[in-house]
């Protein structure tokens, strides 16, 4: 340990009191109403479109609740030091999971009809016949597009991710959870003693977590990839059963992992005072991620561009349909250019910036347009796929789109703040938590002939 | 492994690094004179392909790419580590970089150099390079700039121009270093090379500023160029070449090999010239796990690559990918596996990743790997593309050989020389993770 004093128990007390202030669970749960009407709504007036926005909020918050977690897998796997104070929030994100779990299952199982590969899809047109187009190819999608296969990979790939991310999860709160109760006694949330099971040494846990979270980062790391890559060819590529491009998968996972950094920083910064982390969430962290923030905006931007490219310049009828739909026609392509304005030219110019990282307001904002831009590009993926109107349906999409969409991060909010209020919100235990010691400088004389230490941030 | 800081004084740190610039181990002339060898071969093998044409080599009408290019990408590839390390590393704020990072640059610089011969070699008519560039002309002929091969030649000497720039700006201090430690006309040599550097705040003050600009320069050009050179390939409507993960995939493959070339490197420079103190198992094991990351990333992509080419059900992408794993060129696809995606693996053992002789070891392999991986690309979608009655079995000829063995050696020439010449290891960078010379402390001796 260096010399920098950190007080372990100024994260533990508050949560004897700590609840999660009255507007923010009123606002989550107002927003999950406006989302279950919504979607009540849109299975009146088109289920087809509100499947389409359900598939599409649970991509979105898939990728953000998945992409917490590796947001702590990263900083685990590189003993990043700046990213641990905000590592314990991108964690709780696990806590969603259940419920991320649960709607995909009512997707698969009641909204498949979507797919128009499926035999009793509900598209206009029917159901396109998978056989292949040219002699001598195999005719692979018949197997792998059958609806039974289809739903069985994606509940148990995307189940066995989540399992794999809670325990790692676990294996993280584990002794700072013992560390806490041993501070708290019976003031201790009773749901805590299911983690800490026997453990009882925080040293000896700490250590063990350390090593025990080192080895599921690698597993999570690798799963993350293909399951999130599967996921992507098969819930949102295969609307459009005859497109295929080898970088769709790679591409939605690094934007899942981008709106859950932008998503922790707003949770930082809104929840700074309420969760007591102003000492350790200074303007530098926020700086650090927005750089991060902005490396991954220009990320999106190439691996976008490097799809829209070869496609374009190579000019093949199966690639070329997927882009002409949303770049050309008038009812998308609007849409298409608020997509690159959202999520490219506006983040990138902005985040140019030094300053505004470390400015509350206008940093919130612009990693609210991420998130915003993110669930506009699911849109644009999803919806030209299956909504084949040549005007674009403003009342569906603010009536069902949004509002599901708003639900979504309704009940996000509410499961992510619940869990926030009754744990520690930075890892007490974690020795990283605390600056390295290179950079603890020693000042030779400290004006009293004394040698003495400072933490330099 | 926990970080090591440095053991020695500011003026040991001079002294050190700079030795080598005063002598010449035997061990050093030796591998001078053999990549001299290396290079007379390569020239010998010029010499006969311009003598004799393009027939020397063993491009035929279907694989019109052979060697040449797989070796252009190849270096290419080799010079990305320097400016990742350099750059990008130096942005995350990475401690690590410290110790390797100037042999990386230099790496870059030379490996830059050595794939910029291969598309004059290739040329066939080579004295008709000044083609490539769009100068202005009385017959108002331009270069095609619609193709990806003219975007290349943007790219790549974008890079080259950027790296060497951010390479010389990183020495200078160093440079005034050496010129304070010499005498006579190398004193003013080294004195006008490093613009008469003082050390003053000013001067400091603007070298850092610069030094941090040309860094958030460099960093997407590490993107970019791979991202190019891929294009040669990826824009192409060839079966197995049109690939939009292309652009990543070949900078993570790039990044690959020059971390594990810079292992190659450094590590029998440090045990020759007594570095120990300064590259140590802390920074090859870093370069270990940036392979390792790297690695994942490539086999990802290459598992995605065929099963995009299942599910696509194009007849032309399903039989070009069978034929990698079990055509005429199913050893070359092995060997890339094998090299890229298993050797790696045994480096997620901290043992292994700690052990001189097996990092060593593995670095070779994937370089092997990695140009085989490009052998792998070139060869296989041409020599068996659309046409039945095109297709065609190629190996390279003597000549081809003959070039290869000749870039190795121009490069190590052009490396070897630089260490001779400049500071391999940043002497400022160095000072600044030693600890500070207070009273009982080794700097203070």
Known sequence: ?457 | MEAVRPNVGYGTANRDIISVLHRAPVAYLVAIACALVLMSFGGYAWYQQLTWGMGKAGTNNATFWGTYIVTFVFWIGIGHAGTLISAILFLVRSRWRTGVYRASEAMTVFAVMTAGLFPVLHLGRAWQVYYFFPYPNQRELWVNFKSPLMWDVFAISTYFTVSVVFFYIGMLPDMAVVRDHSRGLLRKFYDVLCFGWRGTDRQWRHFMAAYGFFAALAAPLVLSVHSVVSWDFAMANTAGWHSTIFPPYFVAGAIFSGCAMVITLLMPMTMLFGWKEYVNTWHFENLAKMCLLTSGILTYAYGMEHFIAWYSQNPHEQEIFMWRIFGDYDWAFLLMVFCNCVAPLVWYFPKARTHWPTLFIVSLIINVGMWMERFNIVVSSTAHSFDPAMWRYYWPSGTEWGVLAGSVGWFCFWFLLFARVMPSIAISEVKEMVAPPVKGSLGAK
Request: proline content about 5%.
């Open chain 1, 1 to 457: 340990m260096s010399g920098h004093h950190f007080d372990m128990n100024a994260y533990i007390e508050p949560i004897r009191t700590r609840t999660v202030p009255g507007s923010v669970r009123g606002a989550a749960l107002a927003a999950v109403g406006v989302g279950v009407l919504g979607f009540g709504y849109g299975m009146v007036a088109s289920p087809v479109w509100a499947w389409g926005a359900l598939l599409v909020a649970i991509v979105w918050t898939l990728g953000m609740a998945q992409g917490g977690v590796m947001f702590s897998v990263v900083s685990t796997l590189t003993w990043a030091r700046w990213s641990r104070p905000l590592k314990r929030i991108g964690e709780v994100y696990a806590f969603t999971f259940p419920l991320v779990w649960l709607a995909l299952l009512v997707f698969l199982v009641a909204g498949n009809s979507i797919y128009p590969w499926h035999e009793g899809t509900v598209i206009e047109g029917g159901a396109v016949p998978l056989a292949p187009h040219a002699d001598g190819a195999w005719a692979t999608k018949e197997t792998w597009l059958s609806l039974p296969f289809f739903i069985t990979r994606q509940l148990l790939g995307i189940g066995f991710m989540m399992g794999l991310s809670f325990l790692y999860v676990r294996s993280s709160l584990r002794p700072d959870l013992i560390a806490a109760k041993q501070r708290l006694g019976n003031d201790a949330p009773a749901w805590w003693s299911s983690f800490i099971g026997g453990a009882a040494s925080v040293d000896a846990e700490a250590d063990r977590s350390m090593k025990t979270q080192a080895t599921l980062g690698v597993l999570l790391a690798v799963t993350y990839a293909m399951v999130m890559s599967f996921m992507a060819f098969d819930l949102v590529m295969s609307l459009s059963p005859w497109f295929y491009t080898n970088m769709f998968g790679g591409w939605i996972f690094a934007s899942s992992f981008w709106i859950a950094c932008a998503s922790i920083g707003i949770i930082a910064l809104l929840g700074r005072d309420w969760l007591g982390l102003r000492a350790l969430v200074k303007p530098n962290v926020m700086h650090d991620l927005g750089k991060i923030c902005l490396a991954f905006c220009m990320f999106w931007a190439y691996t976008t561009f490097a799809q829209v490219l070869p496609i374009w310049y190579a000019n093949m009828p199966e690639e070329t349909d997927f882009l002409l739909v949303r770049m050309t026609l008038p009812q998308w392509s609007w849409l298409a250019r608020t997509v690159a304005v959202m999520c490219f030219l506006t983040p990138f110019t902005v985040l140019l910036s030094r300053g505004i990282k470390k400015m509350k307001w206008p940093f919130v904002a612009l990693l609210s347009l991420i998130l915003t831009g993110i669930f506009l590009e699911r849109t644009l993926l999803v919806m030209p796929s299956i909504w084949w109107e040549d005007t674009f349906p403003w009342h569906l999409f603010l009536g069902v789109s949004v509002p599901v969409w708003l639900g979504a991060i309704g009940a996000f909010t509410f499961v992510v703040t619940t869990i926030l209020a009754k744990v520690p919100v930075v890892p007490i235990t974690d020795e990283k938590l605390q600056p390295h010691p290179w950079d603890v400088h020693v000042h030779a004389l400290d004006g009293h002939g004394h040698a003495s230490e400072g933490a330099h941030h």
